[in-house]
Structures are given as C-alpha cells and as structure tokens.
C-alpha cells in the first residue's frame, strides 16, 4: 500500500540519521520478550489489525531460537464480513558478526495460522516455513536498527471454502528501536510484502509497534 511505502522509506531516512555515536556489537541482545501492535493491508478488507508477543532465546555464542503467537482481525465492511487469525510461529537461527557494531543472521523458521469467519466458522488453515536473512545495526547507545529478507512458502487448506492451494511470497522488514533504559526499548517494524497470497490477515504490507525487554544470553 501507498502509505506503508512511504513510511518504510521515511522510516529508514530516520533511523540512518543515528548512525553515528556506535556502539558495539556485543549490545546486540538475541534473548528477549516483546509485545506489539499491527496495522495490516489484507486483501479485499477494509481494515486488518491486532497484538503479537514473542521471545528469543540466545543460546552457544551465535544460536537462537525464537517462538511467537498472533491475533489479527480483518473486516470487509464492502464483503460484509469479519475474520479473525491466530498465528503461531517458531524458528532457529544463527548469527555472526559482520562488523564492529553489527550481526548478520539467517533462521528457518515455522508458521501455522487458523482463520475464522466470526459467528461463521472454520475458514480454513495456512502453514509452512520462512527462510530469513538480516543484519542489526547498533548505531548507538540507545537506537538500533536493522532489515530483513524473508522468504516464505505456504499451503493454505481453505476449510468450509474447498480450495487448497500453494503459495509463496518475498518480503522485506525494516526496523528500529529506541532504548528508554538499557533493557527495554520501544520501536516501529515495517513490512512490505511482494505478492501475498497467504492468510487473509497478513496478505500485504505492514506496520507494528512493539515495546521490548532484552536480557543477557542465558545459556
């Protein structure tokens, strides 16, 4: 959509002009807990959004593992009707350092989601895997920023609807985070989809504002 375009791009002239003042890498946190807000455009719908939580787990020097749930709502007042989808995810990633205040990281990760029609019943499920690769950029003491490649491949089994199909889709996440203390910061994550094609729900691009709570890597 126009609008979320045009945000990821003010939103990346913004987050470059913290690029002085760096910090370290090692201030790059891979455990954490996090909860957020998300503003979406899904096909044929008025209006998509709902709240998200999920938590990493850093583990070895360079391995992580994360999990997350998800509830989104979309309503059609045009089709007259309203659906709701829960998403659970899971994945395992690795990272490295690139440079002296970056990582670069790569997961294989997990999703299933279940849409309903509200009052209406089983709409059908979608599931499949991801293949992401990024890097995080700790530009100072309190800001971080980074972006993503994902690469997404689902099979959609369309319930009460009868239609079974394949799909996959490419997409790009940009990100930033202001640190309000050294453990807990807050930020806006955008996502701009390249085809869609997946749950109704998360079938275009995306704005989330999420609050984050960052711990030492615990084993």
């Not at 999920?54 to 309503?75: E, I, K, T, W």
Request: charged share 15%; hydrophobic share 35%.
């Amino acid at each position: 959509m126009k609008r979320t375009g045009i945000a990821l791009v003010s939103t990346a002239a913004l987050l470059m002009s913290y690029s002085v003042f760096a910090a370290d890498a090692s201030d790059i946190a891979f455990t954490y807990l996090e909860g957020g807000w998300t503003e979406a455009d899904g096909d044929d719908f008025n209006s998509t959004d709902g709240f998200g939580i999920a938590g990493s787990l850093g583990f070895g020097s360079n391995f992580y593992a994360q999990a997350g749930y998800s509830m989104l709502n979309s309503d059609s007042t045009d089709l007259g009707y309203s659906v709701d989808v829960d998403t659970w995810s899971i994945a395992l990633g690795y990272h490295t350092r690139l440079t002296t205040n970056s990582e670069m990281f790569f997961a294989l990760g997990w999703f299933d989601s279940n849409a309903d029609f509200k009052n209406s019943g089983d709409l059908g499920d979608t599931d499949g895997f991801n293949v992401e690769s990024g890097v995080r950029y700790r530009a100072s003491d309190t800001m971080e920023f980074g972006g993503a490649l994902v690469y997404t491949n689902g099979t959609v089994d369309g319930g009460n609807e009868g239609s079974n199909y394949d799909y996959n889709d490419t997409s790009v996440r940009i990100y930033g985070q202001y640190f309000i203390m050294p453990a807990w910061s807050v930020g806006l994550r955008a996502g701009l989809s390249g085809s869609g094609g997946g749950s109704l729900a998360s079938s275009g691009d995306s704005l989330t504002l999420f609050t984050r709570y960052s711990f030492g890597d615990v084993l």
